[in-house]
């Protein structure tokens, strides 16, 4: 039950931020999303949190304006966000993961001109998603499964960002000391 009232809170919060037109908000919510999806492990928090992703890339990226009716489009959304809600007041989460899936096909199919993009969006915020639920210790092939990716999209996405962490730079504490230390060495030899 107290799952059920996190993703009604969610729900609440992400009409909101769509509303506002807050991406940072917005994927704030989808990583508590990923986070509860890693422990559940279920298709409907999975794809929450890939369509709450979506939307904040699209506001963030300013591809909202590249959506002629974005008004309608928003309304749309909240209204089977709201959907959602009562499905999951009501407990009825066959109803709720049904309406999930009209948002997702929804957003994608919304304005025609760039169905192709948006369809792109979601193929990389499932990705990326699953990144963060494989960083949360479910296996590479389970997370691939349940997000309907390949485990070689996963694994490449996973190792590209891998690469990205280990490149932090040194502290300027560690190149005082290493500097030391040579110094202290330089001066034994003589």
């Not at 002629?68 to 709201?82: D, G, H």
């Not at 290493?178 to 202290?184: D, P, Q, S, V």
């Amino acid at each position: 039950m107290e799952e059920v009232e996190h993703v009604i809170r969610v729900l609440n919060e992400t009409q909101r931020s769509l509303i506002a037109g807050n991406p940072l908000k917005l994927r704030e919510l989808s990583n508590q999303t990923i986070h509860s999806a890693s422990l559940m492990q279920d298709a409907g928090s999975i794809t929450l949190a890939v369509i709450i992703y979506t939307l904040a890339k699209l506001i963030e990226r300013g591809d909202n304006k590249k959506i002629k009716q974005w008004n309608k489009f928003v309304k749309r959304m909240n209204s089977l966000i709201s959907l959602c809600i009562i499905s999951l007041k009501e407990k009825d989460f066959a109803a709720y993961e049904s309406y999930l899936e009209k948002i997702r096909r929804s957003s994608a199919a919304f304005s025609p001109n760039i169905r192709p993009y948006i369809q792109e969006v979601l193929r990389k915020a499932a990705i990326n998603k699953a990144s963060r639920i494989y960083e949360h210790g479910i296996s590479m092939g389970q997370t691939a499964k349940l997000l309907g990716i390949s485990q070689w999209e996963l694994a490449e996405y996973s190792g590209q960002k891998s690469k990205l962490h280990t490149t932090e730079p040194i502290p300027e504490e560690v190149k005082k000391r290493a500097k030391m230390a040579l110094n202290f060495f330089s001066e034994e030899e003589k």
